[in-house]
Nanobody, 130 residues
Framework: EVQLVESGGGLVQAGGSLRLSCVASGFTFGDYARGWFRQAPGKEREGVSFITNSRIGNSAGSTYYADSVKGRFTISSDHAKNTVYLQMNSLKPEDSAVYFC??????????????????WGQGTQVTVSS
């Protein structure tokens, strides 16, 4: 059974930092794209950042960032711990949302639609005060 468990959310002032963690079990990290979506009240769930270690298309180590977080967020992974991290710096109030870890088998490109991901964590709240 595939399980994703997030941690690391919280309340932080604008300009501050948080690090989210997502521990996975039940699948081999290298074959999957894993990453983060976020959903603010009244808004659609949006893809934030993804990473894969798949060898398909020579993609090992490839990452994706939404334009809104480029230069501020960094995604990384620890294969030994089967964990993906999202380091979030220079946080803004508009980053406030529930952040979800997600995973899908990687076929060569990062998919940005939430419907494409079959595996989800329970979500962790990130609140950035102004």
């Amino acid at each position: 059974e595939v399980q994703l468990v997030e941690s690391g959310g919280g309340l932080v002032q604008a300009g501050g930092s948080l690090r989210l963690s997502c521990v996975a079990s039940g699948f081999t990290f290298g074959d999957y794209a894993r990453g983060w979506f976020r959903q603010a009240p009244g808004k659609e769930r949006e893809g934030v950042s993804f990473i894969t270690n798949s060898r398909i298309g020579n993609s090992a180590g490839s990452t994706y960032y939404a334009d809104s977080v480029k230069g501020r967020f960094t995604i990384s992974s620890d294969h030994a711990k089967n964990t993906v991290y999202l380091q979030m710096n220079s946080l803004k109030p508009e980053d406030s949302a529930v952040y979800f870890c997600a995973a899908k088998f990687y076929h060569g490109t990062f998919r940005l639609g939430a419907r494409d991901y079959p595996y989800w964590g329970q979500g962790t709240q990130v609140t950035v005060s102004s």
